[in-house]
């Protein structure tokens, strides 16, 4: 069983920073993929960045310069680090897992994250 767990989130006005942090518990084989996905109200569930096991990254366009996305497969941690954070910005922000082998993917609970003055 995995169990996906994001922490992080919260209100923070324009400009500013936030960390998001996700942890995977449970026993599986290895992961093989994890990123950052977002919805905000109204909207379709959005990539926002993701990070392979070689440590290769990729991001949405409309964070590229202000997200940057870590992660340790040894420790199944990852990370987004936010800056420049801006209104629109404002979503739920879900850490996303796939499981190598069975090519299962696994949501966390979301964490939300809120940019206003």
């Given amino acids: 069983q ?3 767990v994001e922490s ?3 209100l923070v006005q324009p400009g ?3 960390r998001l942090s996700c942890v995977v518990f449970g026993s599986f084989y290895r992961l093989d993929a994890m990123g950052w996905y977002r ?5 379709q569930r ?3 960045a993701g990070i392979t096991t070689s440590g290769s990254t990729n991001y949405a366009d409309f964070v ?3 997200f940057t996305i870590s992660g340790d497969y040894a420790k199944n941690t990852v990370y ?8 629109e910005d404002t979503a739920v922000y879900y850490c996303n897992v796939r499981v190598g082998r069975t090519r299962h993917e696994h949501w966390g609970q ?5 940019v206003s003055s």
């Avoid at 919805?39 to 909207?43: E, F, I, L, S």
């Avoid at 987004?80 to 209104?87: A, E, G, H, T």
């Avoid at 979301?110 to 809120?114: A, D």
């Fill in 2 to 4: 995995v169990q996906v």
């Fill in 8 to 10: 992080g989130g919260g």
């Fill in 16 to 18: 500013g920073s936030l």
């Fill in 39 to 43: 919805q905000a109200p109204g909207k």
């Fill in 46 to 48: 959005e990539l926002v």
């Fill in 64 to 66: 590229k310069g202000r």
């Fill in 80 to 87: 987004l680090q936010m800056n420049s954070l801006k209104p």
């Fill in 110 to 114: 979301g964490t939300q994250v809120t």
